[in-house]
């Protein structure tokens, strides 16, 4: 069973910086598809950044050139890192991933019912 876990969410002034980290038991072969997803207020659910099993990122155009998604070698933990945040990228930060290792150059806008595990998810507010 994979167990997501995120940290690092909190208050951050816009034009500032943040860095979400996910911490990952339970898989145990290859480097499953993984992605940050988040949730505002009154909104679905939606894809920030991915990744697939060769670490192919893929980001929502809401924050191309201001994201950075990443993980260890030893696929324990996921990263997310984000530059000049904005008020409407306030949000629950979710951490999720796909039961197996697929090879998608591109699916953070792809349905989310494939995603089987999720984290807690970790509320960022970014005030103006």
């Known amino acids: 069973q994979v167990q997501l876990a995120e940290s690092g969410g909190g208050s951050v002034q816009s034009g500032g910086s943040l860095k979400l980290t996910c911490a990952v038991s339970?898989?145990?072969?290859?480097?499953?598809?993984m992605g940050w997803f988040r949730q505002a207020p009154g909104k679905e659910r939606e894809g920030v950044a991915t990744l697939d099993a060769i670490d192919r990122a893929d980001y929502a155009e809401s924050v191309k050139g201001r994201a950075t998604i990443s993980r260890d070698q030893d696929s324990k933990f996921l990263y997310l890192e984000m530059n000049n945040v904005k008020p409407e990228d306030t949000a629950i930060y979710y951490c999720g991933s796909r039961p197996y290792a697929c090879y998608l150059e591109s699916w953070v806008d792809a349905p989310l019912r494939e995603v089987k595990y999720w984290g807690q998810g970790t509320q960022v507010t970014v005030s103006s």
């Open positions: 339970g898989v145990t072969y290859g480097r499953y598809c």
